[in-house]
């Protein structure tokens, strides 16, 4: 055995046969780095030696297939690859879409981030101009919005054309009651001519007798037509100012006669309380002479048609 001295190191050399050694060891480097030589190739290429098969060749068949397809030239490229996928689509501040069977936390979660109000009662609303919120429909919409995930920017135009919709389909339906009672109101006024004034004026006042609102004169309108109700309230009125509402062929005392009428407003007409009073507007008396104008109205008419 031979021996050196090196900076008062011995080095041991080799045995004579170290050669056949150095060239297995040499190989079995070869194939856990990929080269020949014990090092991964410079360039950063296959590592088949530059004639070998590529990296992925003991792959199975679809997973050999997909790299090379992908075209990764050595493994580390192909992690690197998949280190910016995780990066880009499953860190934990990424959005991960829920599917059917996933935990409700992750569709809350989900929900969340996309825009949904954090309670039901959180979603805003706004009224159309001269019009109130409902609050039990707003209430049951965001109910029903907020189990099915709706965010707040979703939901405000959907209700913005609700609204919409509802507000036309109203103005729609009051423009063809509003025609309807003008064309009904027309024929009356054809029907009795010269007496349509001092007729609705008895109508009028058989409204006011029976306390009825404009509500209510309003749904008998739409129940019956305009021309119907006109007839019926006349007819209560005429009657009311001959002294006796007629229903079932009898006569019942309901209101002045005409003389008493004219009396009666003849001694209104000198009370000076009772002028002061009308004067400034009183209901009482304004509707008490609007009576007895009503009473003598119907009497001067029946005398004109004999």
Do not use: C
């Amino acid at each position: 055995m031979s021996e050196a001295v090196a900076g008062g190191d011995a080095v041991v050399a080799p045995p004579a046969d170290a050669g056949a050694g150095g060239a297995d060891a040499g190989g079995a480097a070869a194939l856990l780095s990929g080269g020949g030589d014990g090092a991964p190739p410079p360039d950063g290429g296959s590592g088949n030696g530059g004639g070998g098969d590529p990296w992925y060749a003991g792959l199975p068949d679809e997973d050999r297939s997909w790299a090379e397809k992908k075209g990764f030239a050595d493994l580390p490229a192909a992690l690197k690859s998949y280190r910016e996928l995780e990066g880009r689509y499953l860190s934990g501040d990424k959005l991960v879409v829920p599917k059917e069977g996933d935990p409700q936390e992750v569709f809350d979660r989900y929900y969340a981030a996309i825009g949904r109000p954090e309670a039901p009662d959180k979603y805003e609303f706004k009224a159309p101009d001269g019009h109130e919120l409902d609050a039990d429909l707003t209430g049951r919409i965001g109910k029903k919005a907020f189990e099915a995930g709706v965010p707040q920017a979703m939901l405000a135009p959907l209700v913005d054309e609700f609204n919409a919709y509802v507000l036309e389909q109203q103005q729609t339906a009051e423009a063809a009651r509003i025609a309807a009672k003008n064309e009904g109101v027309a024929e009356v006024r054809r029907e009795w001519g010269d007496n349509f004034d001092s007729r609705i004026a008895q109508a009028n006042q058989a409204m006011r007798m029976l306390e009825l609102t404009p509500d209510d004169i309003g749904a008998l309108e739409d129940a019956w037509g305009t021309p119907r109700v006109l007839r019926l309230m006349h007819k209560l009125g005429a009657g009311m100012g001959e002294d006796a509402l007629i229903g079932g062929g009898a006569a019942q005392r309901f209101s002045l006669s005409p003389a008493e009428a004219r009396a009666e407003r003849e001694r209104l007409e000198s009370d000076p309380d009772h002028i002061k009073r009308y004067m400034s507007g009183d209901k009482a008396s304004r509707e008490r002479m609007a009576m007895l104008n009503q009473i003598i109205a119907a009497d001067e008419e029946r005398r004109r048609n004999g």
